[in-house]
């Protein structure tokens, strides 16, 4: 078992929708949780990021982290067509994982005029 | 200054060569990584350097060796690669040192390699 799973997609969807990305991950010990943006040819970039259980919200982003379930979500409100990449999911700390971050597969997202 | 930078973004080389990719960052970051990223794959950790240290080494054959001259460089150098180690080679830096990634990573743009 992957310790980070993720729908690898592809998701397309009208522009304004409200996109929903998931992951579930199997280390108890991760504290930490990030989502990464990348775009074609690109590195990651660093969109969010949450420890432990909980939501966060910047801008049109908003994470949630759930614990209990070890699940991880990205949601994505009026959603734009430069939101058009692939999303991944991270997770991480704890001991035994210091300075490691796991990724999930990513998730390519597609937002169409 | 909130980048990692890459040197060479692209790098085609023999089978037989000795090359080096270059990674540089000016943020105070004390953390740098390697990663190597297949296509359509998730990035995958090769090596961390913790407080210019080595402090993880995922298993990786002898033929990558990295190196940090100081707190700002990390190099990785490549001998004897075969074609299957063709990727896309990420560097990254984070804030805190071995054991606190709470303020994730910053990556660079990456080198993409291409063995021959």
């Known amino acids: 078992q992957k310790e980070v799973e993720q729908d690898p997609g592809p998701l397309s969807v009208p522009e304004g929708a409200i996109v929903s990305l998931n992951c579930t991950y199997s280390?108890?010990?991760?504290?930490?949780f990030m989502w990464y943006r990348q775009y074609s040819r690109k590195g990651p970039e660093l969109l969010m990021y949450?420890?432990?259980?909980g939501n966060k919200e910047d801008g049109r982003f908003t994470a949630q982290v759930d614990k209990s379930s070890k699940y991880i979500s990205l949601f994505i409100r009026d959603s734009q067509p430069s939101d058009s990449a692939t999303y991944l999911c991270?997770?991480?700390?704890?001991?035994?994982?210091?300075?490691?971050?796991?990724f999930g597969t990513g998730t390519r997202l597609q937002v169409t005029l | 200054d909130t980048e990692v930078t890459q040197t060479p973004k692209h790098l085609v080389m023999g089978m037989t060569n000795k090359k080096s990719l270059k990674c540089e960052q000016h943020?105070?970051?004390?953390?740098m990584y390697w990663y190597k990223q297949k296509a359509k794959k998730p990035p995958e950790l090769m090596f961390v350097?913790?407080?210019?240290?080595?402090?993880i080494n995922e298993s990786v054959p002898s033929r990558f060796s990295p190196e940090c001259p100081n707190s700002s460089l990390l190099n990785l150098h490549l001998h004897a690669l075969q074609p299957e180690d063709s990727a896309l080679y990420l560097c990254?830096?984070?804030?805190?040192?071995?054991?606190?990634?709470?303020?994730?990573?910053?990556f660079g743009s990456g080198t993409r390699l291409t063995v021959v």
């Open positions: 990254a830096s984070s804030p805190q040192g071995e054991g606190r990634i709470n303020y994730g990573y910053t």
């Open positions: 280390n108890s010990a991760f504290q930490y």
């Open positions: 949450t420890y432990s259980s």
């Open positions: 991270a997770g991480g700390g704890g001991s035994g994982t210091a300075s490691k971050l796991t």
């Open positions: 943020m105070g970051h004390r953390a």
């Open positions: 350097y913790s407080y210019e240290k080595l402090s």
